[in-house]
């Protein structure tokens, strides 16, 4: 190996945004992927970093479980489609300061630029989902994906009424994400707003929908965080056409609770109750 694109993180990171692109979820600059690397992957990523750093950032939020902490992300601005063609101009490893509360950039943006306006909402996710899964958790990925942003517009915005629809779209998906998917109303990209309001349902979910602009999602690696948001948008994808061919009517069968239950069951995962005990179904159709 002798480049910093060698090293398997860079790889596993570069193809992770390639397969968001064949999946048709970032047009343009639209998504962004950020990492928290571990220790030895810091190791074998330094020597290609730059001699001198960039300036300290301030963020405007502040997270102590993430001090000295680096990451991987995608910059603001570029386009996910050429981060396999230009990685060192499209995304950036960051170094986050003993105060944890400011960025410098240690590698990449060779052209200038600073990592994705979503980096406070991702590292303040990052510091609920590090808490939340005892230090697991090194994954955020938001995607502009179409079926769910198409769903926002017909669902009630409410975390149940979409969980429901989702487990009851195809049969394993209640198995990927058991513990349910939040739903954060519309708010302004990139801002406080939408960083707090996130981090308060990935307390207990490790995946949240904007409504009319995408999907949030948290996992451990690569593959998992991946794999939540294609079952997420699958789902969804399944639900739209459904939904469009009975005109919003309840279907003629359905996937019922007691479907779920024996799913649960049988797989060996604990399904959130509160989802499974919300009321009914007729929040789903008109
Ligand atoms: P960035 O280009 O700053 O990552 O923004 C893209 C996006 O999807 C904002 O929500
Ligand atoms: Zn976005």
Redesign the pocket.
């Known amino acids: 190996m002798n480049n910093i694109f060698g090293v398997k993180v860079m790889e596993d990171y570069i193809r992770m945004c390639h397969d968001g692109v064949r999946q048709g979820w970032h047009e343009r600059?639209?998504?962004?992927l950020t990492y928290r690397m571990k220790e030895e992957e810091v190791a074998e990523c330094r020597p290609y970093f730059k001699r001198e750093p960039g300036q300290w950032v301030k963020m405007g939020v502040k997270a102590e479980n993430l001090k000295g902490e680096y990451f991987i992300s995608?910059?603001?601005?570029?386009f996910l489609q050429n981060v396999g063609l230009e990685p060192q101009n499209s995304i950036c490893i960051v170094e986050i300061n003993e105060a944890g509360d400011s960025y410098r950039i240690v590698w990449g943006l060779e052209n200038g630029g600073r990592p994705?306006?979503?980096f406070p909402t991702h590292f303040m996710n990052h510091s609920v989902r590090k808490r939340v899964t005892g230090g697991a958790n090194r994954v955020i990925y938001?995607a502009?994906t179409p079926y769910v942003i198409a769903l926002t517009y017909v669902l009630p915005l409410k975390s149940e009424v979409f969980t429901r629809m989702l487990w009851k779209s195809a049969t394993e998906c209640c198995v990927v994400f058991p513990g349910g998917v939040g739903v954060v109303p519309w708010m302004v990209?990139?801002g406080a707003q939408i960083a707090k309001a996130t981090c308060a349902l990935m307390e207990k979910y490790d995946a949240a929908i904007w409504a009319f602009?995408?999907l949030f999602v948290s996992g451990p690696d690569f593959d998992t965080a991946f794999g939540l948001m294609h079952t997420i948008e699958k789902a969804a994808q399944i639900a739209s056409i459904a939904l469009a061919a009975t005109g919003g009517k309840p279907p003629r069968q359905v996937i019922t609770d007691e479907n779920l239950r024996d799913i649960g069951r049988d797989f060996g995962v604990t399904l959130n109750e509160e989802i499974l005990n919300y009321a009914s179904d007729d929040d789903l159709y008109c």
Do not use: I, M
């Open positions: 600059n639209g998504g962004n995608t910059g603001s601005g570029k994705t306006s979503e938001h502009h990209p990139g602009h995408g």
